[in-house]
Nanobody
Framework: QVQLVESGGGLVQPGGSLRLSCAAS????????MSWYRQPPGKERELVAL????????KYVDSVKGRFTISRDNAKRTVYLQMNSLKPEDTAVYYC?????????WGQGTQVTVSS
């Protein structure tokens, strides 16, 4: 059974930092594009960042450019999201996603709350 397990969420003050991790198992991790999505309270889920299978290509939603960095360690089968200069509007449940051709998998989500 495919598993994507997120960790690293929590409560942080505005301007602070968090690093999310997503550990993958039971699929060919190196073939998959990995992404982070988020779903703020009462809003739809949105793509935050993605990284290609080799870790060369990255894309970000405009609202996080310059503040968030996505990376992956294929040897550890883990994808990361480094979040700096966090803002209250970054508050959301963050989900890890793996995609290859028609296959897509989701993690269970981790809560990030930015508040003073």
């Amino acid at each position: 059974q495919v598993q994507l397990v997120e960790s690293g969420g929590g409560l942080v003050q505005p301007g602070g930092s968090l690093r999310l991790s997503c550990a993958a198992s039971r699929f060919t991790f190196t073939s998959y594009v990995m992404s982070w999505y988020r779903q703020p309270p009462g809003k739809e889920r949105e793509l935050v960042a993605l990284i290609g299978s080799l870790g060369v290509t990255t894309k970000y939603v405009d609202s996080v450019k310059g503040r968030f960095t996505i990376s992956r360690d294929n040897a550890k089968r883990t994808v990361y999201l480094q979040m700096n200069s966090l803002k209250p509007e970054d508050t959301a449940v963050y989900y890890c996603n793996a995609r290859w051709e028609s296959r897509t998998y989701w993690g269970q989500g981790t809560q990030v709350t930015v508040s003073s």
